[in-house]
C-alpha cells in the first residue's frame, strides 16, 4: 500500500521560507494528482496546492505567489516551497494523492509548520 512521508516542517519567524517534501513509498504514476493540504487551529483542513503528472498546478489564493509545488528529480517526490510566511500559514500539512480521480487517495501524517509573528 502505499505509504506518503512529509518532512521539512518547523518553527519560522514571519516573512521566512520552509520547504516541504513528501516522499512517496512507489512511484507515482500518470493517472496520480499530488497535493498539500493543511488544517490550522481550530479550522478545517483546507486545500494548499496540486501537481498532475505533466507538471500543471492550482493554488489556493491564499498562498498564490508565495508558494510554489513541484515536483523532485526522483519519481515519488514531490515539494512545497513556502516563502513570505505568516501567521495564517500556521498548521500541520499533509500530503495528498488522489488517483484515477477520486477512486483512492492515500494521506501522509502530517508536519507541522507553526509561524511566529
Known amino acids: 500500500q502505499m505509504q506518503l512521508v512529509e518532512s521539512g516542517g518547523g518553527l519560522v519567524q514571519a516573512g521566512g521560507s520552509l520547504r516541504l517534501s513528501c516522499a512517496a513509498s512507489?512511484?507515482?504514476?500518470?493517472?496520480?494528482?499530488m497535493g498539500w493540504y493543511r488544517q490550522g487551529p481550530g479550522k478545517q483542513r483546507e486545500l494548499v496546492a496540486t501537481?498532475?503528472?505533466?507538471?500543471?498546478?492550482n493554488y489556493a489564493d491564499s498562498v498564490k505567489g508565495r508558494f510554489t509545488i513541484s515536483w523532485g528529480n526522483a519519481a515519488n517526490t514531490m515539494y512545497l516551497q513556502m516563502n513570505s510566511l505568516d501567521s495564517e500559514d500556521t498548521g500541520v500539512y499533509y500530503c495528498?494523492?488522489?488517483?484515477?480521480?477520486?477512486?483512492?487517495?492515500?494521506w501522509g501524517r502530517g508536519t507541522q509548520v507553526t509561524v511566529s509573528s
Open positions: 495528498h494523492l488522489d488517483g484515477c480521480g477520486g477512486m483512492y487517495e492515500y
Open positions: 512507489e512511484s507515482i504514476t500518470r493517472r496520480e494528482i
Open positions: 501537481i498532475r503528472p505533466g507538471g500543471n498546478t
